[in-house]
């Protein structure tokens, strides 16, 4: 289980530091309800087409799992954080099929914490997500860095 | 407009290669209902907490950008054709905020196209999509590898 402190800040992301949190279960309606609306391939939608598939059986769309992440990554630590917001993305990974049932669990490992050079009230954290099923496989990976401010602001 | 052919394969994507093609109008409703379910930070809820942010307004949640944008590669050229999924995202770049009432469009760029060398049923084809508002401003780029099988098997 995630060992972050309430309301963490930039302070609070030390390098190194490996937590495991969350027990999300995808369910199939969701599966389909977010293919549906956004990535209608016939893999993510019909039983039959994902069993014929590479998937081998009806699954997640990858946009699907990311969002999966980032809901349990504000629920694990982000919810009532000091983030001001992400840059991007640096790499996902998708590496093995999200099927309707999985239950899912993060691991985060935190890369780097970097103050920020042009603004003084924030700084950098750079994680490496893993998204694990009830099987310990991982199932996504991501490289993501994101800004939070610091606790108390260095001064302009 | 996509010059895209009804029912791509892998033949059909020619490196170097450039279109533009649709026309996504972003709701309030929508940007918020994606920011309730998989990222409740209250700069993606709420007009005043977006206005106080970096984003300088109510504003998509990068992941709902994605969702979009895969939305309309599948209306644009992924429906009907030989897609049998993706590796991964090599790059995701948030640049700009996208706000309720945008409507984007996407330009598509080939990078390169290459033939699987274990599997000569398929190849992957590299994109470059930047996602566009109706300013002219791009607001998100990735980079993202998919794989489509071949017009024509090549043998086993």
């Not at 969701?30 to 391939?41: G, L, R």
């Not at 809901?71 to 099929?97: C, Q, Y």
């Not at 970097?114 to 694990?132: C, H, I, N, T, Y």
Request: hydrophobic share 40%.
């Amino acid at each position: 289980m995630t060992t972050t402190r309430p309301y963490p800040a930039f302070e609070d992301f030390v390098p190194g530091e490996i937590t495991t949190f969350g027990a999300y279960e995808v369910t199939r309606e969701e599966v389909i309800d977010f293919a549906s609306q956004f990535d209608p391939q016939p893999f993510h939608l019909d039983e039959e087409a994902g069993r014929a598939s590479m998937l081998g059986g009806l699954a997640a769309s990858g946009w699907h799992s990311c969002a999966i992440l980032m809901r349990m990554m504000f629920d694990g630590f982000m919810n009532g954080s000091t983030s001001i917001g992400s840059p991007g993305i640096d790499e996902v990974r998708w590496l093995k099929p999200v099927f309707p049932g999985d239950v899912l669990s993060v691991r985060r490992e935190i890369l780097d914490a970097r103050p920020s050079a042009s603004k003084p009230d924030r700084g950098v954290v750079r994680f490496r997500f893993q998204l694990m099923n009830q099987k310990g496989e991982v199932v996504m990976e991501q490289t993501n860095p994101i800004f939070f401010a610091r606790r108390q602001s260095a001064g302009a």
